[in-house]
């Protein structure tokens, strides 16, 4: 379970979020809100990457207070990943593979499946932008995350693709129990939907929709 | 004249982009320069005219002796590598990918015009100085030395812009790799060590730039000194030199890790192993020197290495502090240059370890998360 309690994050004196209080259930949630609104922002914060105020504990493991156990259980996908150029797509593999505590062999699942055994010898560098955020979605499912932030997953990947996502999504969330906290423009698969609940990212806040 | 759509371009791209990116190396070098030039005082009393002589004693040396002038021409020809290098890793950019398909519409003569212009803008300080010294030249009777100097700064234009000419109208190979990233292509890179690749990959230029000066420090300030016998401050003067010289590396290792290991954010690392994580890369990065020191002062150079790292991993954590503004970076590494040379000189190098690796250790967990910065 994800909690956010006395959450605040803003950019200089900027606020763009304020949480005071909210628990987030496992399940598959969907964050919609406009541009700008702050939806990467409380990704990023939920991921570790921003300082914030206040508290998100993952059951019950703090992200300031402990943050390499809730590092462990929480895996992240960038809206436009980047990586170092001179690094092949395995080699990125096996540094989250690492980094995660993947089991031995469990990419190969979702790299079969996205196709993608032809270009991961080759360096990221000649990598198009559809390549790379399939890479980062592959990365994204290492090790055995108890809560998987996808940033705007959706855009740059071919349809076939997306309805290999979607599989992805809703085995991983079957078998594991996952959370997953996706931010999209775009509207989700029907498959997806009647699973998802809506998270609204409106007003500086974050509401669950009814 | 109106300025030519292709010149304007450029000109904003690359000229205006050379200056801000190098402003403090330039403030620094040609500041220094007019500075001495200039305003230099001499000791004692001195005859009114021997002033100017003893003032313009640099650019009459350049302009009378050969030996100087082939200093010149060797500083001018780094400062030329360097703005192929910057010229060129531009050009690579993402954002300016564009120019591949517009630039190469134009003559091949309207690109050497515009890009002549680019690179005229970019020897504007030399150009100036040169023409100072031409002036000086004429004045006191050298004639010959000038002009070459002034015809070897064209050349160098004309070569520049015909370099970039061709690099503008080559096809992109975007799986380019070098030897040793070729080599090493089948070695899981480990983490912290990726700096270095990227060093070996993208900045060969900068980290031989780098060690030459390292190099000089190291031959000259102890040529300099050769007469000051044991338990002097010279070594650590010149590790505290070596630190600063590499200032440019360590700024760039913290750019790299924003830029491409953002990711690395969400690793379950612990604070200390990012801390001294990025270390591993400049103590190879630094290998040459280390082995020097440890081949010459032996046991003692246990004291010289703890100082250098201490600066050097405080150095670092300001970057977390004060982000990638280089302008205000470059002015903290001063004030601390000046700090460390007071200590040096008070002879307290003992302090350094463990007050600059608290402090740097303090500010690195209060700020590796960007507190202060926008994303």
Not at chain 1, 124 to 139: A, R
Not at chain 2, 301 to 330: H, P, T, V
């Amino acid at each position: 379970m994800l909690q956010f309690t006395n959450f605040r994050k803003s950019y200089g004196y900027h606020p763009i979020l304020q949480i005071e209080s909210l628990r987030i259930e496992p399940g598959i949630y969907w964050i919609k809100g406009v541009n700008g609104s702050g939806k990467s922002t409380l990704l990023k914060s939920i991921g570790g990457f921003l300082f914030f105020e206040g508290e998100i504990l993952l059951n019950n493991v703090s992200v300031k207070k402990d943050s390499v156990p809730y590092r462990k259980m929480v895996n992240f996908a960038d809206a436009e990943p980047i990586y170092p150029e001179f690094l092949t797509g395995w080699e990125m593999i096996a540094l989250f593979a690492k980094a995660k505590q993947a089991t031995p062999g469990q990419e190969l699942y979702f790299i079969k499946s996205m196709k993608m055994e032809s270009y991961l010898s080759n360096a990221v560098g000649s990598y198009s932008s559809g390549m790379l955020k399939k890479l980062s979605l592959v990365l994204a499912f290492l090790g055995r995350p108890k809560v998987i932030l996808l940033d705007e997953p959706l855009i740059t990947i071919d349809t076939e693709s997306l309805d290999i996502l979607c599989r992805w999504i809703l085995k991983k969330h079957e078998e594991e129990n996952t959370t997953f906290l996706l931010s999209s423009h775009q509207p989700l698969s029907e498959v997806l939907l009647t699973k998802a609940r809506v998270l609204l990212v409106d007003k500086q806040t974050l509401t669950m929709e009814k | 004249m109106r300025q030519s759509p292709l010149t304007n371009v450029l000109m904003k791209i690359f000229s205006s982009g050379f200056y801000r990116m190098h402003s403090g190396m330039l403030i620094f070098l040609f500041g220094t320069i007019l500075c001495y030039c200039f305003f230099i005082n001499t000791l004692g009393s001195v005859p009114i005219w021997a002033f100017t002589v003893w003032n313009l004693m640099i650019t009459l040396s350049l302009v009378s002796s050969p030996v100087i002038m082939g200093f010149f021409c060797l500083a001018a020809f780094i400062y030329t590598i360097k703005s192929w290098q910057y010229v060129t890793t531009q050009l690579m950019a993402k954002n300016n990918e564009f120019l591949y398909h517009s630039i190469s519409s134009f003559g091949k003569w309207q690109q050497f015009k515009s890009w002549f212009y680019v690179q005229f803008n970019i020897f504007f300080p030399l150009i100036i100085y040169v023409l100072f010294a031409i002036i000086i030249g004429f004045n006191f009777g050298h004639y010959l030395i000038p002009v070459a100097i002034l015809l070897y700064i064209l050349a160098l234009i004309i070569v520049s812009a015909w370099i970039y000419v061709i690099r503008s109208n080559r096809l992109i190979d975007i799986d380019r790799q070098t030897v040793l990233i070729r080599l090493l292509r089948n070695w899981n890179k480990p983490f912290f060590l990726l700096y270095t690749f990227f060093v070996f990959d993208k900045l060969k230029i900068t980290y031989l730039i780098t060690k030459s000066i390292s190099w000089a420090l190291i031959v000259g300030v102890f040529a300099v000194f050769s007469d000051i016998k044991d338990r002097s401050p010279v070594p650590n003067l010149v590790v505290l030199m070596i630190v600063t010289a590499h200032t440019l590396l360590i700024y760039s290792e913290f750019r790299f890790n924003e830029k491409y290991l953002y990711f690395s954010r969400n690793f379950p690392y612990s604070i200390s192993k990012q801390f001294l994580g990025s270390f591993l890369n400049h103590a190879i990065l630094m290998l040459p020197e280390l082995l020097w020191f440890i081949g010459n002062f032996g046991i003692h150079s246990i004291n010289l290495l703890l100082q250098a790292f201490s600066i050097l991993i405080l150095f670092r954590s300001l970057l977390c502090w004060i982000g990638l503004n280089i302008k205000n970076y470059l002015i903290w590494i001063f004030v601390l240059f000046n700090i460390v040379f007071l200590i040096i000189l008070y002879r307290i190098t003992w302090l350094l370890p463990p007050v600059f690796v608290s402090m740097a250790y303090f500010v690195f967990q209060k700020n590796y998360l960007n507190k202060n910065l926008i994303d």
